[in-house]
């Protein structure tokens, strides 16, 4: 890849090393098969099987490597048209639009022997090599299938194997090891000149892990079926956003992502409506009046009026109404919702729930999300450290677990910052620190008691023949009468 200066011949080789496309599907791709703001391609294969030909698509997350060459391959185009070949044909000859499977042939085999003298290197080798790279990394095998485009994980377990060669010499050196002795001056020997452990090299499990919330979910689901408003509450950073976006329901899901501006979701969310599912309710309403001039219309109603119209081309508790974040929630928000969650099932997670907006939740299943324990913590930092060298695991794992208190995204944070060294020594890993793990600490009960202890001191003047005792005394019983007042402003005004 040093080798390859062009950014066209980049892209090309990086799909099929890096997103496992066959020559032909590469060539004919197109920019609307790109999603780049998800960072997704979607692969029509056409693959000839007997007398039939076999459609399927299928989508495959791009790579950093391969986005970032596709975003300097661009600057190539001056337009982005979902029709436009992503490599034309330059023979103006040829009644194909895309370059074809021979000159990309053509160009592995001058790769191969001119620049980076790998034998044999054709379209295929690198869509091996990407299907190889999947199995070795412990993906499943049903999930090559699904990558590769096979219709069966049989054809996908070609890529399960392991070379001879390599066999053997792990077998050498399992019965080397198994042969050597272990005598008394060996083991003092092998102490004195140790050599450094090798490194462990964690593969990736996990594309987005979900540790240790299979209860909340099903819970959350549960709730939902039965029409059940939800809302999440817990510390920040204890994954409530990640549990909502993993929640699945038989029914379907408008998602609130801007609650700032709840007029234009409002608005937004109408037109959704009417140009998918509401979209035959649309025609009788407004037979005569054109969906594209609708948002200007809608734009000079009221909140109220458009809850109204929401309402009235949905059933109740149809939707399941999603909203991301309730803390930060405007007043006005606050009454759409109010009007809304009567006939929309909400899903909804919070820092916190103030005591002033708890008449709010009267209806509302409230679920806690905690951090997790030490158990949990070791699952999500193995299933986040993949690709990532580190010279002692067991610090590397109880290192965070110290720094976080268990706390999903300080463990993310920390984990992302380990990533930038190349290679993890104990004395690299303790230098990394997070603040996850402090505590919340109350102190009223300290204050009250120590208030309390100066106030017996009123009592004790006549033991010790101290009238200044008395004077103080008398200050920490007036101090212990009004503590009740300065203790309950200082605490959180929150119900959890």
């Not at 010499?169 to 140790?194: L, V, W």
């Not at 109350?442 to 106030?455: E, G, K, R």
Request: positive net charge; charged residues 25%; proline residues 3%.
């Amino acid at each position: 890849m040093n080798s390859i200066q062009d950014w066209k011949h980049k892209c090309l080789i990086l799909l099929m090393l890096d997103a496992g496309l066959r020559v032909s599907e590469a060539i004919s791709l197109k920019f609307g098969n790109f999603d780049f703001k998800e960072r997704m391609l979607n692969v029509k294969s056409l693959k000839k099987r007997k007398a039939a030909k076999d459609f399927s698509n299928r989508q495959i997350p791009l790579s950093q490597r391969l986005f970032s060459a596709l975003v300097e391959y661009s600057k190539e185009f001056k337009t982005f048209d979902t029709d436009t070949y992503l490599f034309p044909t330059t023979d103006k000859k040829c009644d194909r639009l895309h370059v074809s499977r021979q000159s990309v042939n053509n160009y592995l085999k001058r790769l191969s022997y001119k620049k980076c003298n790998i034998h044999d290197l054709h379209p295929h080798a690198l869509r091996h090599t990407f299907a190889t790279s999947l199995v070795a990394s412990g993906t499943e095998i049903n999930e090559v299938a699904d990558l590769l485009g096979h219709q069966s994980c049989d054809t996908s377990r070609i890529y399960t194997h392991i070379p001879k060669e390599q066999l053997k010499k792990s077998i050498d050196r399992a019965a080397q090891r198994m042969g050597e002795k272990s005598s008394f001056f060996m083991k003092i020997f092998g102490f004195m000149f140790a050599k450094q452990p090798p490194s462990i090299y964690i593969p990736n499990q996990s594309r987005a892990p979900i540790v240790a919330r299979s209860n909340e979910l099903q819970t959350v689901s549960e709730h939902l079926e039965k029409g059940t408003n939800v809302i999440l509450f817990g510390k920040y950073g204890t994954g409530k956003r990640l549990i909502l976006d993993s929640v699945t329901s038989t029914k379907k899901i408008l998602t609130f992502d801007d609650t700032a501006g709840i007029k234009t979701s409002l608005v937004y969310m109408l037109i959704y409506l009417y140009q998918n599912e509401k979209e035959q309710v649309y025609k009788l309403l407004f037979p005569n009046f054109e969906l594209d001039k609708m948002e200007t219309r809608l734009s000079r109603q009221s909140v109220g009026f458009l809850c109204d119209a929401i309402k009235q081309v949905t059933e109740p508790k149809e939707y399941i109404l999603k909203i991301k974040q309730f803390d930060d929630v405007t007043k006005q928000t606050l009454k759409v919702i109010d009007l809304l969650k009567d006939h929309f099932i909400i899903l909804t997670s919070a820092t916190e729930i103030s005591i002033t907006k708890a008449h709010f939740f009267g209806n509302f299943e409230k679920i806690e999300v905690k951090n997790l324990n030490r158990l949990q913590c070791f699952e999500l930092i193995h299933k986040l450290s993949y690709n990532i060298k580190v010279d002692n695991y067991e610090v590397y794992r109880d290192h965070i677990w110290n720094q976080t208190d268990g706390n999903p995204r300080a463990i993310t944070d920390m984990v992302e910052r380990y990533r930038n060294e190349p290679f993890l020594i104990t004395e690299t890993i303790r230098k990394i620190t997070h603040s996850g793990a402090i505590r919340e600490l109350d102190f009223s009960y300290v204050v009250v008691i120590l208030i309390a202890s100066m106030a017996v001191m009123r009592y004790m003047t006549s033991e010790l023949d101290n009238p200044a005792l008395r004077t103080i005394g008398g200050f920490a019983m007036i101090l212990l009468i009004i503590s009740r007042s300065f203790v309950s402003r200082s605490k959180r005004r929150v119900i959890a």
